[in-house]
Nanobody, 124 residues
Framework: QVQLVESGGGLVQAGGSLRLSCAASGRTFSSNAMGWFRQAPGKEREFVAAINRSGGSTYYGDSVKGRFTISRDNAKNTVYLQMNSLKPEDTAVYYC?????????????????WGQGTQVTVSS
């Protein structure tokens, strides 16, 4: 079992920044890739970013590329999402997820543990 707890969400003006954190407990954190997804009201869950188990490889969704950065600290069992140049369309609940595998994936079905989500609201 893996427990994931997100934090760092909130209300920010367009152009601002937020840093999300996801603290993991349970099985060995460094064994698997991690990802961030988001879901806006009335929309499907969307892939945001993923990072492999070592942190040496990352992948981003097209809508956040160049603005968001995913990273991880295996010593702290934590994965981060630095979000810069935020836009109103970034408003969503952001979810941290642990993959079944050690390599990066943007497929929702490859993630078998999920946090409860943290709300990010970007005002115009």
């Amino acid at each position: 079992q893996v427990q994931l707890v997100e934090s760092g969400g909130g209300l920010v003006q367009a152009g601002g920044s937020l840093r999300l954190s996801c603290a993991a407990s349970g099985r060995t954190f460094s064994s698997n890739a991690m990802g961030w997804f988001r879901q806006a009201p009335g929309k499907e869950r969307e892939f945001v970013a993923a990072i492999n188990r070592s942190g040496g490889s990352t992948y981003y969704g097209d809508s956040v590329k160049g603005r968001f950065t995913i990273s991880r600290d295996n010593a702290k069992n934590t994965v981060y999402l630095q979000m810069n140049s935020l836009k109103p369309e970034d408003t969503a609940v952001y979810y941290c997820a642990a993959s079944r595998y050690y390599s990066i994936s943007y497929y929702y079905s490859n993630y078998n543990y999920w946090g409860q989500g943290t709300q990010v609201t970007v005002s115009s």
